[in-house]
């Protein structure tokens, strides 16, 4: 038994790397690197849980373990806790949309940001219909967000908060208060478009709209709408500051 975990889990947290370093250096295709990590992470989860039981038994036994074998459990236990951490409890439920706008009648454009740019399986275009209400009952938060902030001085303040957040800012046009830019996932490095764009309401107030979409997978495990959260987050930090 020991043997069979042993092997099973090294042979496991060596495909969870290994898919991951593929498609990053686009080795392998997003699909077939998703569908690996996910049999890496089952196959992870079930050494884990088995290994610690073994762990238990052996202790309780006063039966001597090898280090290579809790190694293999160690492992195989932080592999999926990482994956699961990055996505949050939440993103397991999260429903089966991958762009998300804080305005879902009128969502920000991307009028810089073109389909052909990087490797994309989804669309720029907004669906709505389906996906409005979808989202809507996910994330009934995901508003616009209504500041008493003169528009140039919000647009500067999400130009701001968007590079603080470590997104890379690809276009901007201050005269229409629009920006756009890219953001990283922490695993596979997964890039997702986002569209900022500022309504001036009157001299002294604004309405603040952000869109996020990512460029492969159907769900985003809620991805978009936490990084729109955090946005909007430090951005009400950062004008109440004024």
Known sequence: MIKIINWSGQGAFLLSVLTVLGYRTAILPFRVAFLLFILALLVCMIVSVVGLLELAFARYRKKPISLE??????????????????????????????????????????????????YRENSLRYAGGSVSVMQRQAYPEVTTLYVEVAPRVAYQKALFVASILGWTISAQDSMIYHFEAQATTAIFRFVD???????????????????SVSRVGVSDFGANANRIGHFFTRLKVELENL
């Open 69 to 118: 074998f809790v190694l293999v459990v160690v492992a195989c236990t932080i592999c999926p806790s990482v994956a699961l951490f990055s996505v949050g409890l939440e993103g397991i439920n999260a429903p089966m949309i991958h762009d998300i706008s804080s305005d879902t009648d009128n969502p920000p454009a991307f009028i810089f940001t073109l389909e052909e740019q990087g």
């Open 193 to 211: 478009d986002i569209a900022v764009r500022i309504t001036p309401l009157d001299e002294g107030s604004s309405a603040i709209d952000i869109r």
